[in-house]
């Protein structure tokens, strides 16, 4: 016990003594999210995305759909779903959710006035009024079309209470996962292959310590570090922009502490296969720049492009980033984020067993 507390500090003083480490690890990554902060932290955008639900499903909910897409205000996409859309709209993704009601077409056979169904978000008035008057624009040249300018179809709004989450909120989160992966996937990488090279692992391989115990204090250091530097970004957000926490502080460290584990061993696959200091930074470059762009770092992930879908569902910073913005931001609790747990597990798993194969001690 007392090997694995010596190395423990140990490892902690070697991240205190580096003042690159502390700069790219720590200052650098608050900075940025700072800068970013500052100058769209707080912007709000008039992008109008609406889903339509057409439960009718008759050539005249058909037409009504036709008109409403070929207008350029709103952004829509359709679904089935009336509680995933409501859900979808109380988050955020959705300023307004349309919904022809069933029987629409036969009011408007029998003559009878019928109601298209508008829920909007009631903390972004401003977007959701813009909505709503392009929304009662459209309904009305329809129906006034449909009976020689007698209004027979309306607009029944219905106001639902969202989060409302500016751009730092989407940040803050992203760049916690950012450092996780950063520290731990580039980090471990170049620690561990440099000692390798200047015979620290031999050395250390040729005393009574156990690979365990040697693995277990550096699991431990880099848990430590993370949990720490998580801490200061999330208070820093706090202080500077507001943001907080809505979910379990239990839940925020949870995901700390499985983002670390696998990108420790996905660092320890690269430390194993690099022969060089040299030629581990450039590996461990090339796998973690990508990913900032693919995992929702700095932006959402549902606006990259088709192609890169089934990429992004895969890859661990993307489930990562969502998990961690999902408890932050909504307040999710573990049955909705079984999905970011499960990936994050099955990578941690499976990079844990590769690393078990190619470390080497020389």
Do not use: C
Request: avoid cysteine; aromatic fraction near 10%.
């Amino acid at each position: 016990m007392s090997g694995y507390v010596q190395l423990v500090l140990a490892q902690l003083r070697i991240f205190s003594r580096n003042r690159t480490v502390i700069f790219f690890t720590l200052l650098f990554p608050v900075l940025l999210m700072i800068a970013l902060g500052s100058f769209i932290g707080n912007g709000s955008g008039v992008t109008i995305n609406a889903q339509l639900l057409d439960q009718d499903q008759s050539p005249a909910s058909a037409e009504l759909v036709r008109v409403l897409k070929d207008q350029q205000v709103i952004h829509w996409t359709e679904g089935n779903h009336e509680q995933q859309a409501l859900d979808s709209l109380k988050k955020g993704d959705n300023q307004l959710v349309v919904i022809i009601p069933k029987g629409y077409a036969q009011d408007i056979a029998d003559k009878k006035q019928t109601a298209v169904v508008a829920y909007y978000d009631e903390t972004n008035m401003t977007t959701s009024e813009i909505g709503i008057s392009v929304l009662n624009q459209t309904v009305d040249t329809v129906s006034k079309n449909l009976i020689q300018y007698k209004q027979q179809v309306t607009v029944e709004g219905r106001g639902i209470q969202a989060i409302h989450l500016k751009y730092i909120d989407f940040l803050v989160p992203g760049i916690v996962a950012m450092m996780i992966m950063s520290n731990n996937l580039n980090g471990v990488a170049g620690q561990i292959s440099a000692w390798r090279e200047r015979g620290i692992l031999r050395r250390l391989q040729s005393t009574p310590l156990h690979a365990s115990t040697f693995i277990a204090a550096q699991i431990t250091a880099r848990l430590l570090l993370n949990g720490f530097q998580a801490f200061i970004v999330i208070l820093i957000g706090s202080l500077f922009f507001g943001t907080q926490v809505n979910g379990s502080w239990f839940l925020v460290v949870l995901f700390i502490i499985l983002g670390t584990l696998t990108f420790m061993s996905i660092g320890f696959i690269i430390a194993g296969l690099a022969k060089t200091p040299e030629s581990a930074s450039p590996i461990a470059g090339l796998i973690s720049f990508p990913l900032l762009f693919l995992g929702g770092v700095f932006f959402p992930i549902q606006n990259m492009p088709e192609m890169l879908q089934p990429i992004v569902k895969i890859i661990p910073i993307s489930h990562l980033a969502t998990a961690l913005r999902q408890v932050m931001n909504v307040g999710a609790d573990l049955s909705a984020l079984w999905v970011e747990a499960a990936v994050l597990g099955g990578w941690m798993i499976v990079a844990f067993i590769i690393a078990s194969f190619t470390f080497k001690w020389e």
